[in-house]
T-cell receptor, first 111, second 115 residues
């Protein structure tokens, strides 16, 4: 079955530190992968997406993600975290009619 | 100009009641969805409609009945509410033939609390 897995439930980083959130996928064919962010009490906002081409994709808010087929991974990165990045992050795998989410990683940012 | 809007934002009701949540999108998308987010933040698809036609029904109890009067609207009616129905319900939309390129647009959610 197609699925995405986020191994880390909760990550804490200091403001200004770099960040990497992990996502592993299990898809038979070329996966279509997304990262969404959910701030407290808010809906989900699309950060970035991958469906083909360049394996390093840039998104909004200074985020990027790298697709690695050999590792079945699509990890999200940011070189310097801001306090406003504290939120829940979801990796998702999609088709035209269905988006399947990982269980999310809660990011806490310490001052 | 909210792209995907849901009403109400909060809903508190007693067990056994029937309630509805409404969703509207002004993006011109042809596909709409309902997702349920449980207390552990896990997001699971419930229904998917394409051009008013139900195309995904993910083993949801038949107390949940979606209705799509047109492709810009998708409502969710829940009968005989149970404590376990307490969750945040998200509506989303996409253009089916481009969803993989542009992703899905989500509403801000309806927090349902059953007491």
């Amino acid at each position: 079955a197609q699925s995405v897995t986020q191994p880390d439930i909760h990550i804490t980083v200091s403001e200004g530190a770099s960040l990497e959130l992990r996502c592993n996928y299990s898809y038979g064919a070329t996966p279509y992968l997304f990262w969404y962010v959910q701030s407290p009490g808010q809906g989900l906002q699309l950060l970035l997406k991958y469906f083909s081409g360049d394996t390093l994709v840039q998104g909004i808010k200074g985020f990027e993600a790298e697709f690695k087929r050999s590792q079945s991974s699509f990890n999200l990165r940011k070189p310097s975290v801001h306090w406003s990045d504290a939120a829940e992050y979801f990796c998702a795998g999609g088709s035209n009619y269905k988006l399947t989410f990982g269980k999310g990683t809660l990011l806490t940012v310490n001052p | 100009d909210t792209a995907v809007s849901q009403t109400p934002k909060y809903l508190v009701t007693q067990m056994g009641n029937d309630k509805s949540i409404k969703c509207e999108q002004n993006l011109g998308h042809d596909t709409m969805y309902w997702y349920k987010q449980d207390s552990k933040k896990f997001l699971k698809i419930m229904f998917s409609y394409n051009n008013k036609e139900l195309i995904i029904n993910e083993t949801v109890p038949n107390r949940f009945s979606p209705k799509s009067p047109d492709k810009a609207h998708l409502n969710l009616h829940i009968n005989s509410l149970e404590l376990g129905d307490s969750a945040v319900y998200f509506c989303a939309s996409s253009q089916a033939d481009r969803a993989i390129y542009y992703g899905y647009t989500f509403g801000s959610g309806t927090r349902l609390t059953v007491v």
